[in-house]
């Protein structure tokens, strides 16, 4: 643990980040937005991932191997940073000693682009997420909030897609970094070998999200692209259409 931080760094260095993705638990950042991420990565960019709860609650593997799992995934898609704030696992609520947390953390490394669970989600850990992420932007741009360092907000939120359909008005070309992806949401052992426990936790999870990821990137005319949706409306050049 970093002195006066409230968070863990398990990989790299912190510092300010182009991307930065919130996963309720180790693997939702893959599973969801781990093309995007890679993309980020190989283009330059510095791109990370903090995982809100340490996955402890999950029947399969332990916060141990799940962390190391989280370093192996990393180095594989060339983060910049990954890191876990520790929240309960099954208990992520919009709370303010969590968002309290979480806006540390945005300050911290000034995302430009914060992706985020989408609140359309089965789990109740993944649209408590989106709420929790709600706040602490807000609470991270607050000039007299009682927190260390400068205020922050990002330029753009984007929410990716969990265990649920989504209408997305974003769609990203992941075509090229397959290969990456599928070795970045493998490096997760101890959760996609063995006995299916659920949709998301299987054997079966490259095939299936690959499915997806097909079926968005026939819309967009390429072969693979990830989904995501924003809220705010994007400003465009109409040069660039």
């Known amino acids: 643990m970093l002195v006066g931080m409230a968070f863990e760094t398990v990989f790299g260095r912190v510092g300010r980040l182009d991307w930065l993705c919130l996963a309720p638990h180790p693997d939702d950042a893959e599973i969801g937005a781990g093309g995007a991420l890679i993309r980020v990565a190989r283009s330059g960019g510095a791109a990370g991932v903090l995982e809100l709860t340490r996955g402890e609650g999950g029947t399969q593997?332990?916060?141990?191997?799940?962390?190391?799992?989280?370093?192996?995934?990393a180095a594989v898609m060339g983060l910049s940073w990954r890191g876990q704030l520790g929240l309960p696992d099954g208990g992520l609520v919009d709370s303010g000693a969590g968002a309290r947390a979480l806006?540390?953390?945005?300050?911290?490394?000034?995302?430009?682009v914060l992706v985020v669970p989408h609140y359309r989600d089965r789990h109740p850990d993944h649209f408590g997420a989106y709420h929790l992420a709600k706040r602490a932007v807000h609470l991270s741009g607050l000039v007299k909030a009682e927190l260390p360092g400068e205020t922050h907000r990002p330029a753009r939120v984007l929410l990716y897609q969990g265990n649920a359909d989504i209408t997305p008005n974003v769609l990203v070309d992941v075509s090229g970094v397959q290969d990456v992806w599928e070795r970045a949401v493998l490096a997760h052992h101890s959760q996609f070998s063995g006995l299916a426990v659920s949709e998301t936790v299987t054997p079966e999870i490259v095939e299936r999200r690959r499915a997806r990821l097909m079926y968005w990137g026939t819309l967009a005319r390429v072969r693979y692209a990830e989904a995501f949706e924003v809220e705010d409306p994007l400003l465009?050049?109409?040069v660039s259409l």
């Open 61 to 73: 593997g332990t916060p141990e191997v799940r962390a190391a799992e989280c370093v192996a995934a």
């Open 103 to 112: 806006a540390e953390v945005l300050r911290a490394l000034r995302p430009r």
């Open 236 to 238: 465009i050049d109409p």
